[in-house]
């Protein structure tokens, strides 16, 4: 088993940058990436990025490529999300989830998740 809990989800203005960040307990060697999702209002949940826990290897999604970086701090179980330049559309629960495989992009790839994580910016 492996407990998830992201935090730093706000309400912020079009521009503005949020660090969120997700602590991983539990059977933290069981899994090989850490990945995170969104999803917004009426859609399904979507990839956004993804780092293997040993070798942090990322993954991004095309729509928030040099906007958005993660990182991990494995002495500390974390990975983090840094969002900069947010837009609008960026607003949605963001979700942090573990997967046994190497940086996949499909959410059924992945078996552990946290209860999410709310962003919304404002225009």
């Known amino acids: 088993q492996v407990q998830l809990v992201e935090s730093g989800g706000a309400l912020v203005q079009a521009g503005a940058s949020l660090r969120l960040s997700c602590a991983a307990s539990?059977?933290?060697?069981?899994?090989?990436?850490m990945g995170w999702f969104r999803q917004a209002p009426g859609k399904e949940r979507a990839f956004v990025a993804a780092?293997?826990?040993?070798?942090?290897?990322?993954r991004y999604t095309d729509s928030i490529k040099g906007r958005f970086t993660l990182s991990s701090d494995n002495a500390k179980n974390t990975v983090y999300l840094q969002m900069n330049s947010l837009k609008p559309e960026d607003t949605a629960v963001y979700y942090c989830?573990?997967?046994?495989?190497?940086?996949?992009?499909?959410?059924?790839?992945?078996?552990?998740w946290g209860q999410g994580t709310q962003v919304t910016v404002s225009s």
């Open positions: 780092i293997t826990w040993k070798g942090g290897n990322t």
């Open positions: 539990g059977r933290t060697s069981s899994f090989v990436t």
């Open positions: 989830a573990t997967s046994p495989y190497w940086l996949l992009t499909t959410s059924r790839e992945y078996d552990y």
